[in-house]
Nanobody, 121 residues
Framework: QVQVVESGGGLVQAGGSLRLSCAAS????????MGWFRQAPGKEREFVAA????????DYADSVKGRFTISRDNAKNSVYLQMISLKSEDTAVYYC??????????????WGQGTQVTVSS
């Protein structure tokens, strides 16, 4: 089972940028599709983006398409989420997790501690 540690969140003004990182453990990391999810206060966790094992296939929620870019470095067991043109509605705790690409669901019910992103308007 892949375990993850997210980092890179913070407080940013609307229109600003942040780059989130996810460091994963496990020798089989490179075989997993990985995804980013987020949970805003009072809301359910939602899918943000996913990337397949090779990095050749990506998927984005409509709300972030064109503003967020997911990438990975299998040599570093890491996944990244570059976020630009941030909006107040992007405020949430962001999590990364192994993902079922076709369903936009986490592969299993395991979550790291997440990283808080707060966008001020």
């Amino acid at each position: 089972q892949v375990q993850v540690v997210e980092s890179g969140g913070g407080l940013v003004q609307a229109g600003g940028s942040l780059r989130l990182s996810c460091a994963a453990s496990g020798r089989t990391f490179s075989s997993y599709t990985m995804g980013w999810f987020r949970q805003a206060p009072g809301k359910e966790r939602e899918f943000v983006a996913a990337i397949n094992w090779s990095g050749r296939t990506t998927d984005y929620a409509d709300s972030v398409k064109g503003r967020f870019t997911i990438s990975r470095d299998n040599a570093k067991n890491s996944v990244y989420l570059q976020m630009i043109s941030l909006k107040s509605e992007d405020t949430a705790v962001y999590y990364c997790a192994p993902t079922v690409l076709s369903r936009r669901d986490p592969l299993y019910d395991y979550w790291g501690q997440g990283t808080q992103v707060t966008v001020s308007s």
